[in-house]
Every structure is written in structure tokens, then in C-alpha cells.
């Protein structure tokens, strides 16, 4: 009697160790450096056609003021801009929002999120918020809005600059915690301490926001097993809507990455990529048991049923976002362009009338179906059904190779009409979701 061996289970792809430089974080796809200046007219065209049906509209504004720049951050932020600066930038990006408020993709829309993002929102006065979206509502009205989210930093945040971010119309004010441990904050470069989280979200709990969101950060500088954990209860004892957990990567372009440069190294001196998956599995445990839903990659929530993020589920899902500010990233009509990302040319080009728009690309109907499809695969689970009614392909089958790949490794499974992802596949899923790549996409920088 013979028996027939079962096929090998092929391996699972190596994990990394240590982290090295580069984005791991997929945001947007295809990568931003296939975006090209020469494409810059079909951003143009784009905003001369009327909006397809049923197409939201967000708008996204990128304040890029700081008072100290993170060891670990590599946006477009600025720590030596005056009151006189400022009014500046925000008196532009009233003038550009002006210039699309009149393009015919507009079609008569409002929109249905804002979002506030830098660098450092709430770095900006009270009377200066006042001004920047009073002029906003004066162009787009935000009557329909359903969520305006709202990015702080702790040390920022008085009870009068709350109470005018809520009277502005922030729904989910979002906090950059990123730890609770004051040397943890200070080697790595956080202008806040422990002292002004905890002051700055009493009063926010106070005033009632619909939603408060905290960010923490696994594996930064010098971090601990101890510490994390504490961070987790600390956490858990707030009793924030929704907490955000990011896995620390060091981009290029930061102060960090400028170091290893400077000394040679190629690994990153913070925690490696194995520590920092069983950091964020113990955290999302510890909030399952206290009560909360893991809902994506990144995010636990308290209450599923009320709290929504619709900032990342409309653009996950195709939305029109028109985007404001220097450096800012948008996607109009399914064309996505970036803003010039320099300061005072950007400023310069609004004074002369013109859009400070420094690059673009329009991606093909497949790779608009790969972003929409790796984003969703995000949250942890997608309908099949949903993306052959939008896009006419079967991702089971258009994605046959990587889907069988990804569920040969252990991580995902095909359900019915659902393609999930289980909890380890989500502590890794940004480098699960290259494996959807287009061969030329591959092994490109992302930035």
C-alpha cells in the first residue's frame, strides 16, 4: 500500500530583522516616485471634466508648522516660520482652494470630510484657525460634512485652543501621544511631554469631542518591552474612541536615517521588525480584552458602531480629495498630483495666480483596481463582490498568483465573497500588499 506525501507548504517569505532606511508604510499606489512633472497638464484636464456620480469629495490641508521636528519625521515641516509667515501660507491656500473652488469638477459638490494634517495643526493660533476655515466654508460650505478630523500635538493644546477647534467643527480631534514616557519623547526628538498629554486630553474630555483618537508608535528610540506595555495600560486607562498604532520605520530624509548615513550604518538603531509586530499583537490584544475592535491595521476602536473614519474610508474606496498646502498629496477625477514642496515657491505661484501643482500621474484601470484593492486589504477584509460591480475584474481572479501566495504563507483566506486577512498578516500587510505590485513597481523608493 503506497501513500502519497502531501505537497511542501512553500515557505514563508523571510521576515525582516533589523529596519533599515526606506517608507514601509504603502499609502498610495502606483509609488509616488513614478508621479512625473510632464504629467502635470493631465491634472488639469482632470479638473476641467465634471465629477463622476456618486464620487465624494474630501479636502485634505497640510499645515506644516512645528515647534521641533521629530528624529523620525520625514514630511514637509517648518520649526523657523513667524506670525507674518503664517498668515502668508494660510492666506495661499485659501487662494488655491479658491482657484479649484471654481473648476468644473467641483460639479456643485460639498464635501464630505476635511482633514487637517502637517507637520502640526493645532500649532496654529486660535484666531488663525478662525480665519483658515472661515475662509474654507466660505468656498466649499460644510454643511454635508461628516467628519473633520483634526491632528495635535499635545504640548500645542490649551483649553481655549480646544474649545476653538471645537467650535470650528473638528469631529475627531487626534492626538500624537506616540509614548507616555518623557525620555522615550525626548530622544526622540517630541517637542511634548507626558504632563501636557495628560493635561490636554482632560480638557478635550471635557469639552466632548465625538471622537478622540490617540497615536502611539512601536519600536521608536530606546523603547522597551516595560515601557510599551505601560504605554498599552496607560492607553487602555484613558479610554480614548480609537487608538492608532504605527510600526516605527525610518524613512529617508530623516534626522535619523542622516545619522546612520554619517556613521555608516545600515540598520536603524531602534526595534526590529519582529519586536515591533509582537508589540502591536499585544497591544491589539489588550484592547480586545478591554472592550475594543480591531478595525484595520492600525486602528482599535471602542465603540464600532459609532466611531468611523471617513477620511481613510472614502479615499480607500476613490474619492475625489482635493488637496491644500505645500507638499500636500491629491487625487482628482482619477488623476493623483502633488503640490510644490517648497515653501516659498509655493506661495510665489499662488501670488501669481497660478496652481503650485509639482507633479502627477492618471493610473490605468488595473491600477486603480491594485490601489483600491491594497488599501481595502488594510482593513482586514474585502468584498469580491464590490470590486467586480466598480471595476468589471474578479480580484480573485485577477489576483489568482498573489492571493494564492499570501493564503500559501498562512496569512489570508478566501471566504464566500470575502478575501481575509488574519491578525499576523495584518502586523505585516504593507510588505503583503508589494506582492500586487506591477513588475515595474517593485523594489522602486516610494517616496
Excluded at 126 to 132: D, E, K, R, W
Excluded at 248 to 264: A, D, F, L, S
Amino acid at each position: 500500500m503506497s501513500t502519497t506525501a502531501e505537497p511542501p507548504v512553500p515557505n514563508k517569505p523571510p521576515l525582516e530583522s533589523q529596519t533599515t532606511v526606506g517608507n514601509y508604510f504603502v499609502s498610495n499606489y502606483p509609488p509616488f516616485s513614478f508621479w512625473k512633472k510632464e504629467d502635470v497638464h493631465e491634472i488639469s484636464t482632470a479638473m476641467d471634466r465634471a465629477p463622476k456620480n456618486d464620487t465624494p469629495l474630501g479636502v485634505y490641508c497640510h499645515i506644516p508648522f512645528c515647534r521641533k521636528r521629530c528624529h523620525f519625521c520625514y514630511f514637509r515641516v517648518y520649526t523657523d516660520k513667524d506670525s507674518s509667515a503664517i498668515k502668508s501660507y494660510l492666506d495661499a491656500m485659501l487662494s488655491e482652494l479658491e482657484i479649484y473652488s471654481k473648476k468644473p469638477f467641483i460639479g456643485g459638490r460639498k464635501p464630505s470630510f476635511v482633514y487637517f494634517g502637517g507637520g502640526t495643526p493645532s500649532y496654529l493660533s486660535s484666531s488663525q484657525l478662525h480665519h483658515l476655515t472661515e475662509g474654507m466654508k466660505s468656498l466649499l460650505p460644510w454643511d454635508e460634512i461628516k467628519e473633520v478630523t483634526f491632528e495635535c500635538e499635545p504640548g500645542t493644546l490649551t483649553e481655549q485652543k480646544l474649545r476653538t477647534i471645537h467650535e470650528i467643527g473638528v469631529t475627531r480631534l487626534s492626538l500624537g501621544v506616540e509614548n507616555f514616557d518623557d525620555h522615550i519623547l525626548e530622544i526622540n526628538g517630541r517637542a511634548h511631554r507626558g504632563g501636557e498629554i495628560d493635561r490636554a486630553y482632560g480638557f478635550a474630555k471635557e469639552i466632548g469631542f465625538e471622537q478622540i483618537n490617540i497615536d502611539l508608535i512601536a519600536g521608536m528610540l530606546e523603547e522597551t518591552e516595560a515601557n510599551w506595555q505601560a504605554c498599552v495600560s496607560k492607553a487602555i486607562e484613558m479610554g480614548p474612541d480609537s487608538i492608532t498604532i504605527y510600526q516605527m520605520e525610518v524613512p529617508y530624509n530623516t534626522t535619523i536615517y542622516k545619522r546612520m548615513k554619517q556613521e555608516g550604518k545600515l540598520a536603524a538603531p531602534v526595534a526590529d521588525w519582529e519586536t515591533k509586530r509582537r508589540w502591536t499583537d499585544y497591544a491589539y490584544n489588550e484592547l480586545e480584552k478591554n472592550g475594543y475592535t480591531v478595525t484595520s491595521a492600525y486602528t482599535a476602536v471602542k465603540d464600532s458602531s459609532r466611531v468611523t473614519f471617513e477620511y481613510r474610508d472614502q479615499l480607500w474606496a476613490g474619492a475625489d480629495l482635493l488637496s491644500v498646502g505645500v507638499a500636500s498629496f491629491g487625487h482628482i477625477g482619477g488623476t493623483h498630483y502633488q503640490n510644490h514642496h517648497d515653501f516659498d515657491p509655493y506661495i510665489e505661484q499662488l501670488n501669481e495666480g497660478s496652481l503650485p501643482i509639482y507633479r502627477a500621474l492618471t493610473p490605468s484601470d488595473d491600477e486603480r483596481l491594485i490601489r483600491e484593492f491594497i488599501l481595502q486589504l488594510k482593513l482586514g477584509s474585502v468584498s469580491l463582490k464590490y470590486f467586480t460591480e466598480k471595476f468589471g475584474t474578479n480580484p480573485a481572479e485577477r489576483f489568482a498568483e498573489p492571493l494564492q501566495r499570501i493564503s500559501d504563507w498562512g496569512f489570508l483566506q478566501i471566504e464566500g465573497d470575502s478575501v481575509n486577512i488574519n491578525r499576523e498578516g495584518l502586523l505585516q500587510v504593507d510588505r503583503l500588499l508589494h506582492e500586487f505590485f506591477l513588475p515595474e513597481h517593485r523594489n522602486a523608493r516610494y517616496a
